[in-house]
């Protein structure tokens, strides 16, 4: 019998028993019996008790450090995250240093192309009007 068996029989044995005298008559050997058998199941009891207990405490504890785990996992996650974003933020920051530094060297290689080109055609200018100049003096003298 389980232990809440044995006291519910102990109490089934109080109840039945009569009175003389406001004092109750029970049967000792039934009692004696019954209490003997209540102290051999105790240790049972509370050793299962005992180790309900620990295993709780063993589950709970395994919990406990999954949870830590799965929450350190996620820090992580979180941080590696960030710092992808950070990296793409500065290459992003990069990127568009490098385009701005392309379209100035572009305008200044255009600005420095004009300018060589200018240049070049003043020379053929000054070279063709020395050419014409020579070209009107000797018809001149010609005529």
Same mark, same amino acid.
């Given at each position: 019998?389980?232990?809440?068996?044995?006291?519910?029989?102990?109490?089934?044995?109080?109840? +039945?028993?009569?009175?003389?005298?406001?004092?109750?008559?029970?049967?000792?050997?039934?009692?004696?019996?019954?209490?003997?058998?209540?102290?051999?199941?105790?240790?049972?009891?509370?050793?299962? !008790?005992?180790?309900?207990?620990?295993?709780?405490?063993? /589950?709970?504890?395994?919990?406990?450090?999954? !949870?830590?785990? /799965?929450?350190?996992? #996620?820090?992580?996650?979180?941080? #590696?995250?960030?710092?992808?974003?950070?990296?793409? +933020?500065? #290459?992003?920051?990069?990127?568009?240093?490098?385009?701005?530094?392309?379209? #100035?060297?572009e305008?200044?290689?255009?600005?420095?192309?004009?300018?060589y080109?200018?240049?070049?055609?003043?020379k053929?200018?000054?070279?063709?009007?020395?050419?014409?100049?020579?070209?009107?003096?000797?018809?001149?003298?010609?005529?």
């Amino acid at each position: 019998m389980e232990i809440l068996e044995i006291l519910e029989d102990i109490e089934e044995s109080v109840e +039945k028993s009569f009175s003389l005298f406001g004092m109750s008559v029970i049967n000792k050997s039934d009692m004696l019996a019954m209490l003997e058998e209540l102290r051999m199941k105790l240790p049972d009891e509370i050793k299962q !008790a005992k180790w309900v207990k620990e295993e709780r405490q063993k /589950i709970l504890s395994e919990a406990q450090a999954e !949870a830590d785990s /799965i929450v350190e996992g #996620a820090k992580e996650k979180v941080i #590696a995250l960030v710092d992808e974003h950070e990296i793409a +933020k500065q #290459a992003k920051a990069k990127a568009e240093q490098l385009i701005s530094d392309a379209r #100035a060297q572009e305008q200044e290689m255009r600005k420095n192309a004009i300018l060589y080109a200018d240049s070049m055609l003043e020379k053929v200018e000054n070279v063709t009007s020395g050419v014409l100049d020579k070209a009107r003096e000797s018809r001149r003298q010609l005529r």
